[in-house]
Structure formats: C-alpha cells, structure tokens
C-alpha cells in the first residue's frame, strides 16, 4: 500500500496562513500637498497582510486609498478612506499587498505611521484588488 504524503505551504488561500498571529512591518512618512497627486505616497509590503492600521500624525487630513490618485474614480467616486484629525486611525483587516496615502488639501505637511501585520505569503501570489470600491 503507497503512502501519500501532503504538504500545506502558505499560500493566498490557506486559511492557516491569516488565523496565526503575523510578523510586524512598521513603517512612516511625511508627505507635502503641495507635491503631485497631493504628495501621494505608497506603501509596499514586502508580504500579504493579514491586517494594518494607519495613523494620522500629522496636522492635515489624509485620504487612504487602493488605487492612486491619478484614476479619477479614486476620489471622484470616494473609494478612501479619511483620517481627519491628528492621532485618527483606521484598521484594515483586508489581504493586501500596499496602499496609498494622500494630503486631503493642497497645501501643507502630513505625516502618517502604519502598523502592518504580514503573513508568510509572498507579495507575487497577492491578486491586484480591483473593482467596485477600488477602481470603478
């Protein structure tokens, strides 16, 4: 009789994968709305996220958002998220490979923290998050 042997790797469906607790991923930025796209910078994760938290630290409102800036629909159809004031927060527990942060006005310097919480999935197995609520 053969014996089959099985073996679970991580991978973007691997429920496993997102039920352990992940490895920190701490990172920041100022940003000047002044700069193209309202200073718009990206944050890529070196993994899948299993969850993060962005935290306004600054002085101006944010946009958080999935797609940049330059898709008209990303603001025009409000597909962000808005961090108002200084020490707002918002918790993302979403499979993402990164997001965008962006100035809410045109002038003035912002700055934002991120907390990410990262899976053993490598970044290249991440689906691109497209669609109703991102992109449309």
């Given at each position: 009789m053969s014996?089959?042997?099985?073996y679970?790797?991580?991978g973007i469906g691997n429920v496993g994968s997102y039920q352990?607790?992940?490895?920190?991923?701490?990172s920041g930025s100022n940003l000047t709305a002044s700069n193209a796209n309202g200073g718009e910078v990206y944050f890529s994760f070196p993994r899948v996220s299993r969850s993060f938290t962005i935290t306004n630290i600054g002085s101006i409102p944010l946009y958080i958002h999935f797609e940049s800036r330059n898709n008209p629909n990303t603001l025009g159809h409000f597909h962000y998220s808005l961090?108002?004031?200084?020490?707002?927060?918002?918790?993302?527990?979403?499979?993402?490979?990164?997001?965008?942060?962006?100035?809410?006005g045109s002038t003035g310097t912002g700055?934002?923290?991120c907390?990410?919480?990262l899976t053993g999935i490598d970044a290249r197995e991440m689906?691109?998050?497209s669609g109703s609520g991102i992109n449309d």
């Open positions: 014996q089959t042997s099985f679970l790797n991580n352990i607790s992940g490895s920190p991923w701490l961090l108002s004031n200084n020490s707002d927060s918002w918790t993302y527990g979403i499979r993402s490979t990164g997001f965008y942060v962006s100035c809410q700055s934002v923290s907390a990410v919480e689906f691109p998050l």
